[in-house]
């Protein structure tokens, strides 16, 4: 019981808000590490909505992935509040019967190139 009150965290609290310069750093030294690897990926805002409007959506997973083409990307799927992936989810249908739906896996971010890295210039 310990283990698990000192374990168990707040899906929707993960994350904090970090100053530009402390970012800046983390991409920097990333960049230096692995100079080869894509600088960013763009992924739009609609489908990481649609992600978190499931039912019971509390945050959202990436994982690093290769595509069929052989490409690096980045995979995410929607969490509940236990951190286990929404792999699927009850909704009620048009008919008023309870079905299960798929959750959310997506991809197809974008791998953003250095002129398209503007919106972070000081790095």
């Given at each position: ?57 509390e945050g ?48 197809r971010v ?14």
């Open positions: 019981m310990q283990t698990e009150l000192l374990t168990k965290r707040n899906v929707a609290a993960v994350g904090e808000q970090v100053t530009h310069e402390l970012g800046a750093q983390f991409i920097n030294n990333f960049h230096q590490a692995h100079p080869t690897d894509a600088k960013a990926y763009v992924i739009g805002k609609d489908i990481i909505n649609q992600i978190l409007s499931q039912p019971g959506c959202i997973k990436v994982y690093n992935a290769i595509n069929e083409f052989g490409q690096k990307t980045l995979v995410y799927v929607g969490l509940n509040a236990e951190g286990k992936a929404l792999v699927n989810y009850s909704s009620i249908s048009q008919q008023g019967t309870l079905t299960m739906q798929d959750g959310v896996v997506a991809d974008g791998p953003s190139s250095d002129s398209e890295d503007w919106w972070w210039d000081f790095c």
